[in-house]
């Protein structure tokens, strides 16, 4: 699990009480009141709704029972230098040691894994839902029960992308749990979650839930909930609970700068989960849409210097060749607004629907190129990769020229970088301060593609605030924003 949570303050409660006045001050106030009801009332604000804190015993108590412990065993192959053995070998001291035993001591060796986990089952007669980095390289997973039953499991199959993982126990009548509509969880919920943190089975925590659909690094695809439910290693693979007491998360991961819970976890949507035990149990494996582009986020100097009404969107930093978008007519500096008619704000987004669409899906893309509005319709190909996100290089807002030595690409150098463009030979001003190297190739200005340093200063002459400069850096395209002064 990975551990990478800021604690709620207590309200603050201010009690003003109320004293007499005299003199003058009295009569002011007086004629204050005379003339407050004489002037007309305002407008009546609908007060927010009262609302309790569910029965979390009732929720422990009926679905408790469904969520089960899960511990794996097996084994790995390690080197004699690796920071993880258990046995401490990336001490220097233990390294020296090993080599004054002789050459046998640094041969590869086969490190036992142990881990902890939780779980929930979702069917009477024993399908099991839990994360996939529970039961990674588990050579046996053993599933506990509330009543201390213990069953050997069988990884029906599990999806490294959504990390879920569905087991198999032999049994029949199990307690089940309810699951829930993800579409229907708001911002601010009382949620819980019932999971082992630490091995300390079925311990039960709750909060709110704090946010919804967010995309985390190197997770495209899962549009995350946020809570600050206190989630610890232990708890990875258990579920989340909304106030009906359904199933609306798997309890997933973690934000920490300490190693522990500081208030922020993740779960799973379940309809997620949902989507993965479906193929897993019909076909034994999970297949992704693929619509074959890299992105990146939408700043708002990215958005000054493609001209958007708005910082909203995926901006296409690459297309592969072939893919669904490269047929489809996408192209790098094309700004995705939206998928089968649900707007994408975030570049995290992108990801996120297509994954829930299936391979061979058409979808209808609404995409801003160079401030004008196109549609194109994409058929989805099938892909166990992750849409590539790529970082956002965009430095802070700073002013100067563009502050670029640039010169055209040879014959060679062209075939090398598979395109025409302009080397930059060295950077300063806006651009060093926006992160471009010398070494980066620049391929397009705001869209445009780069042919001689002549169109590219016209460009920067007829630019307001900032331009978008398409680098490709060794194998990677990515748009950096370059704010002007």
Request: proline content about 6%; overall charge neutral; glycine content about 12%.
């Amino acid at each position: 699990m990975s551990t990478n949570f800021p604690s709620k303050a207590a309200p603050l409660v201010l009690a003003i009480a109320a004293a007499g006045f005299g003199g003058a001050v009295g009569n002011e106030l007086l004629q204050h009141r005379a003339h407050a009801q004489n002037a007309p009332a305002p407008a009546a604000v609908a007060p927010v709704a009262a609302s309790t804190v569910p029965d979390f015993a009732r929720i422990t108590e009926r679905y408790g029972p469904a969520v089960v412990n899960i511990s794996v065993n097996g084994v790995r192959k390690t080197s004699a230098v690796d920071d993880d053995d258990d046995e401490g070998i990336g001490d220097p001291l233990e390294l020296f040691r090993r080599f004054q035993q002789g050459p046998g001591a640094m041969r590869p060796r086969e490190v036992p894994i142990r881990g902890l986990g939780s779980g929930f089952i979702v069917s009477p007669d024993g399908v099991i839902l839990t994360n996939a980095h529970v039961v990674k390289g588990a050579s046996e997973v053993t599933v506990k029960l509330t009543d201390r039953r213990e069953y050997r499991a069988k990884v029906l199959g599990s999806d490294a992308q959504t990390d879920v993982a569905v087991l198999k126990i032999e049994a029949k009548n199990l307690p089940v749990v309810q699951l829930g509509d993800v579409k229907a969880l708001r911002a601010g919920e009382w949620v819980a979650a019932i999971g082992s943190p630490f091995g300390f089975e079925n311990t039960v925590t709750a909060g709110v839930v704090s946010a919804k659909g967010r995309s985390l690094p190197q997770e495209g695809g899962v549009p995350f909930i946020q809570t600050d439910v206190a989630v610890n290693p232990g708890n990875s693979g258990g579920p989340l609970f909304n106030a009906r007491g359904e199933v609306i998360g798997i309890n997933s991961q973690i934000y920490s700068q300490s190693g522990g819970y500081q208030g922020v976890s993740f779960a799973i949507p379940i309809d997620v989960a949902q989507r993965v035990q479906q193929q897993i149990v019909a076909t034994g494996k999970v297949q992704h849409a693929r619509l074959g582009v890299s992105v990146q986020e939408v700043n708002q100097a990215m958005a000054d210097a493609f001209h958007l009404d708005k910082p909203e969107g995926a901006l296409v930093a690459n297309v592969q060749k072939g893919s669904p978008a490269d047929k489809a007519g996408l192209k790098s500096g094309d700004v995705i607004r939206a998928v089968n008619g649900q707007p994408v704000v975030a570049s995290g987004d992108l990801p996120a629907l297509i994954g829930a669409a299936k391979p061979g899906d058409k979808v209808d893309l609404k995409v801003v190129r160079q401030g004008k509005a196109v549609d194109l319709a994409a058929t989805l190909a099938t892909s166990n990769e992750k849409v590539a996100k790529a970082d956002d290089s965009g430095g802070a807002a700073s002013q100067g020229r563009l502050g670029l030595a640039l010169r055209p690409l040879d014959r060679d150098e062209q075939q090398q970088v598979g395109a025409a463009g302009l080397l930059v030979e060295d950077v300063t001003g806006a651009a060093a301060r926006a992160g471009v190297q010398p070494g980066d190739v620049v391929l397009a200005v705001n869209g445009t593609p780069a042919k001689s340093i002549e169109q590219v200063r016209g460009v920067v002459a007829k630019s307001d605030k900032s331009v978008a400069l398409l680098i490709q850096r060794g194998e990677d395209k990515i748009f950096v924003p370059v704010r002007l002064g």
